[in-house]
C-alpha cells in the first residue's frame, strides 16, 4: 500500500511524495531478466529521487574481511532528466545502501546532498528527500558477454548545483516508498536492477520474509539493469 507522505518542493519543482501515513523514521546515531536494455550514454544528469525500497536484512561480506554481517539495506531509485529512451521513456538508475544515519554512513551523505538536515540525534524521517533533484554521474561498460550496460558510477550521487535546479521538471513516475513490513514489491519494468538482480526477488531473499534462508551477498552494486560485468543479466 502506497499513501501520500511529505511534499518536496526545490525551484519550481513540488512533487507529492508517495510514503507511509506516519513517514519512515530512522534512528540518527554516532560512531535478471535476459532482456536486454537500452542504455543510457555517459553523461552527468540531473535526476529526481523516485523510490526508496526496503530490501530487508541481508548477510553482507564486510569490507576486507571474510565474515558477513547482517546488514538492514534500502534501494533508492532515481529518474534521470536529459536522456529518454528511443521510445521517449525516462532512463532510471539504482543504488543500494545500508539503512544507517551513523555520522559516517554513506547514505545519510546522500540524504544529505538530497537536501536533508539530519540531526545527530533522535530520529529523522528519512522520506524528507523524496522527490527531490541530485546529480548523477553515468557511466558505460561493457559485460563479460560483450553486451554494454550503464549505471551509476563510483562516488556518483552528488547534490545538484542550485543553477541547474530551475530547470528541474516533475517526475514521470510519482515518488513511493515501499516498507519490507509490505511484503515484495510487485514486478514493475521500469525498476532496475541491483547488482545484477531485480528488487523484488532480493526482497523475497530477505530475512524477514525468507525466514534467514536467504544467500550470501559479497557486496551491493547500481546499475540500469545491474551492478557490474559480472552481473550484468543479459
Known amino acids: 500500500m502506497l499513501l ?6 526545490v ?4 512533487v507529492s511524495a508517495m510514503a507511509a501515513a506516519t513517514g519512515w523514521k530512522v ?3 554516532t560512531g535478471g531478466t535476459g532482456e536486454a536494455r537500452e542504455v543510457c550514454p555517459a553523461d ?3 535526476a529526481v529521487l523516485v523510490a ?4 530487508g536484512t541481508h548477510a553482507k561480506k564486510e569490507f576486507q574481511k571474510e565474515t558477513f554481517k547482517d546488514r538492514h539495506m534500502i534501494a533508492l531509485v532515481w529518474e534521470v532528466q536529459g536522456a ?8 532510471y538508475f539504482a543504488e543500494e545502501y545500508p539503512l544507517s544515519l551513523n555520522e559516517k554512513a554513506k547514505f545519510r551523505a546522500v540524504l544529505e546532498m538530497g537536501g536533508a538536515k539530519v540531526a545527530d540525534d533522535g530520529d529523522f524521517d528519512i522520506t524528507a528527500v523524496l522527490g527531490c533533484p ?3 554521474e553515468v557511466e558505460v561498460g561493457t559485460s563479460l558477454k560483450g553486451n554494454e550496460y550503464a549505471r551509476i558510477a563510483k562516488n556518483g550521487v552528488a547534490k545538484l548545483p542550485n543553477a541547474m535546479k530551475k530547470g528541474i521538471e516533475k517526475p514521470v513516475r510519482p515518488p513511493f516508498v515501499w516498507q519490507i513490513g509490505q511484503g515484495v514489491l510487485a514486478k514493475h519494468d521500469w525498476i532496475p536492477f541491483l547488482y545484477g538482480k531485480a528488487i523484488h526477488d532480493i526482497q523475497s531473499k530477505s530475512r524477514e520474509l525468507a525466514g534467514g534462508a ?5 557486496g551491493g552494486g547500481s546499475g540500469e539493469a545491474g551492478g557490474s560485468d559480472e552481473s550484468i543479466p543479459f
Open 4 to 9: 501520500c507522505g511529505p511534499v518536496c518542493s
Open 11 to 14: 525551484g519550481s519543482l513540488e
Open 44 to 46: 552527468q544528469y540531473p
Open 27 to 29: 534512528p540518527v546515531t
Open 214 to 218: 536467504e544467500d550470501k551477498e559479497s
Open 52 to 55: 526508496m525500497i526496503d530490501l
Open 134 to 136: 541530485y546529480l548523477l
Open 84 to 91: 529518454r529512451t528511443s521510445a521517449g521513456e525516462p532512463f
